[in-house]
């Protein structure tokens, strides 16, 4: 897959209710609601990629992590990854950026 294919694949994913977001543990991680992740990730464009990356955990090797900043107000930090053989996403980070 490539990062326009993943781009298509998770609009059409958060446009169909297929996705979740994980809760941060950080206490200075504010997550974003579903309502507002659908509305960053429908104005997302290529131009936001900003790579994909083998998940460090060994629990989930030979899967990819895909990573995009896009500007919204402010700048978010969207890092996801395709579950249940592309049916869902699963977002592992997505809230504004520490470094802007």
Same mark, same amino acid.
Do not use: C
């Given at each position: 897959? @490539?990062? @326009?294919?993943?781009? %298509?694949? +998770?609009?059409?994913?958060?446009?169909? @209710?297929? &996705?979740?977001? *994980?809760?941060?543990?950080?206490?200075?991680?504010?997550?974003? =609601?579903?309502?507002?992740?659908?509305?960053? #990730?429908?104005?997302?464009?290529?131009?936001? &990629?900003?790579?994909?990356?083998?998940?460090?955990?060994?629990?989930?090797?030979?899967?990819?992590?895909?990573? &995009?900043? =896009?500007?919204?107000?402010?700048?978010?930090? #969207?890092?996801?990854?395709? *579950?249940?053989? @592309?049916?869902? +996403? %699963? &977002?592992?980070?997505?809230?504004?950026?520490?470094?802007?």
């Amino acid at each position: 897959m @490539n990062e @326009n294919e993943a781009l %298509k694949l +998770v609009k059409h994913l958060v446009n169909i @209710n297929q &996705f979740t977001i *994980t809760k941060r543990r950080q206490s200075a991680a504010y997550p974003v =609601t579903n309502a507002l992740a659908k509305v960053i #990730i429908n104005q997302l464009n290529i131009k936001d &990629f900003v790579r994909y990356d083998a998940d460090r955990s060994a629990k989930y090797a030979g899967e990819f992590v895909w990573i &995009f900043e =896009t500007d919204f107000e402010e700048v978010y930090y #969207i890092k996801f990854k395709f *579950t249940n053989d @592309n049916k869902h +996403v %699963k &977002f592992i980070s997505f809230h504004p950026s520490k470094y802007q």
